[in-house]
């Protein structure tokens, strides 16, 4: 048995088919499930009958459960259990163009980053597409809210589960399901090479984030192990080909260590490496944990880190902070209990 919220259409269209439905009913599955917010077969009123009766023998109706919820004025942070007890946040940022979420891919990370929480949980396993459409409408059940924007970057590296999210990508885009717009999602990946060039040949036009952090080698490699396999100049080369693909710029995220990776040197040294590339670097100030050995550039630092760029005509920005005194901002979200 397969969750339903794990179903494209694509699998659907051949799901019906082989039984003798016509596409259209498939629509129907879809509108039941995303559009008149279906949670069992029984409220599935659009479909023929016949279908709903095909669908109950593969697959089943099951969302997330909600275990906490942590709120700001403009965040709503949510600790989810999974079917087998496996834990995973799912972060609702309410921004003036809408809503956005950010979704976690797996239980867990195996990248490994010095820096961020969510690296230092061993991978327990990845998530199926229907846990990440899940993680959604759980939070949509739970506030009513409408979702315009969604970002892959909760925990877990969405590149080292990609059928999953190419999947959930499917479904998140569709117009009789998710109905979020290619522009309107934003994938993070610490730096997978061979998943930027598989995403730059899928037919969505999503915004790609790369993690970077370091603009050298050396640098890199003591903060994110994957660099050893991934350098940066083949990173930089991966996302330039995304870039020109897709005809969008690559966002470039680079999150303020005290002492580390925040000189001026280092600014100037990004500049250089990102020279002649249709990219845009996101300033990220640091979001200490309660065991972190490091610390966030001071103000003043950022602030003239930011000032370099600008004068080497890097386009550049600082992010906005979500959610940081709840532990739901870039790089906290750890699921403290992975399994109940």
Avoid: W
Avoid at 52 to 63: A, D, I, M, T, W
Avoid at 66 to 91: A, Q, R, W
Avoid at 248 to 253: D, H, S, Y
């Amino acid at each position: 048995m397969k969750n339903i919220y794990s179903l494209s259409y694509a699998e659907a269209l051949q799901f019906a088919d082989e039984r003798g439905f016509k596409p259209t009913q498939v629509t129907n599955i879809f509108r039941d499930i995303y559009k008149s917010d279906a949670r069992s077969f029984d409220e599935m009123k659009s479909t023929k009958s016949e279908l709903v009766n095909e669908l109950r023998q593969e697959y089943y109706f099951h969302l997330p459960e909600i275990i906490t919820i942590t709120k700001t004025p403009d965040t709503v942070k949510y600790l989810f259990s999974l079917e087998d007890g496996c834990m995973v946040e799912t972060v609702l940022m309410k921004q003036e163009y809408g809503n956005s979420v950010c979704i976690s891919t797996q239980c867990g990370c195996n990248m490994g980053c010095a820096f961020c929480c969510s690296g230092r949980l061993k991978k327990q396993r990845d998530l199926t597409p229907g846990e990440m459409t899940g993680q959604i409408i759980a939070l949509k059940d739970n506030t009513g809210e409408k979702i315009s924007n969604i970002t892959i970057m909760g925990i877990g590296e969405p590149f080292d589960n990609f059928d999953a999210v190419g999947v959930f990508l499917d479904i998140a885009t569709n117009d009789n399901a998710l109905e979020v717009g290619s522009s309107h999602i934003t994938l993070s990946t610490c730096g997978i090479v061979p998943r930027i060039y598989d995403l730059a040949d899928m037919p969505y036009t999503i915004g790609l984030a790369i993690s970077l952090h370091a603009p050298n080698d050396e640098l890199r490699s003591r903060l994110m192990p994957v660099n050893k396999k991934y350098p940066i100049a083949d990173v930089i080369k991966a996302a330039k080909y995304y870039s020109e693909k897709k005809n969008r710029k690559v966002l470039i995220e680079y999150v303020m260590l005290k002492g580390v990776n925040d000189s001026a040197e280092n600014a100037e040294e990004l500049s250089r490496l990102l020279k002649g590339g249709r990219f845009s670097v996101n300033i990220i100030p640091y979001n200490p944990s309660s065991e972190d050995k490091f610390l966030r550039s001071e103000g003043q630092t950022i602030r003239a880190f930011y000032d370099i760029l600008k004068k080497n005509g890097t386009a550049v920005t600082m992010r906005r902070e979500f959610g940081s005194n709840v532990g739901a901002a870039c790089g906290q979200l750890r699921s403290d209990r992975l399994k109940k």
